[in-house]
């Protein structure tokens, strides 16, 4: 059966870094599409870092970038998101996803466009 499962997450204080991995089993990830998404209390899920797979196409949120990196290690089926810079707006809930959809050959962070979600990291960060 396929799944993820996400692990990393923590309490930093602002300006602090965390990694987040991301572990696919039961499918080959290195064909898919995988993307990091996050939820806050009270908003809705927003798309963060997307990876098309073996390519290593990446896509950012303009909240994001230049702050957060999105990799993927093909072998151990793991795709990491390297969070620098940390600020009080990234305070949420991780959420990893698996999907196939390319828009121009790019992932997207889009959610309806992902059918796998992992169980989700909770991410803290304090002033």
């Known amino acids: 059966q396929a799944s993820l499962e996400e692990s990393g997450g923590g309490s930093v204080q602002v300006g602090g870094s965390l990694r987040l991995s991301c572990i696919a089993s039961?499918?080959?990830?290195?064909?898919?599409?995988m993307g990091w998404f996050r939820q806050a209390p009270g908003k809705e899920r927003e798309g963060v870092a997307a990876?098309?797979?073996?390519?290593?196409?990446?896509e950012y949120a303009d909240s994001v970038q230049g702050r957060f990196t999105i990799s993927q290690d093909n072998t151990e089926n793991t795709v990491y998101l390297q969070m620098d810079s940390l600020k009080p707006e990234d305070t949420a809930v991780y959420y990893c996803?698996?999907?196939?959809?390319?828009?121009?050959?790019?992932?997207?962070?889009?959610?309806?466009?992902?059918?796998?979600w992992g169980q989700g990291t909770q991410v803290t960060v304090s002033s």
């Open positions: 996803a698996a999907g196939n959809y390319l828009e121009y050959w790019r992932p997207t962070i889009v959610p309806s466009h992902y059918n796998l």
């Open positions: 039961g499918f080959a990830a290195k064909s898919n599409v």
């Open positions: 990876i098309r797979m073996r390519v290593g196409t990446a």
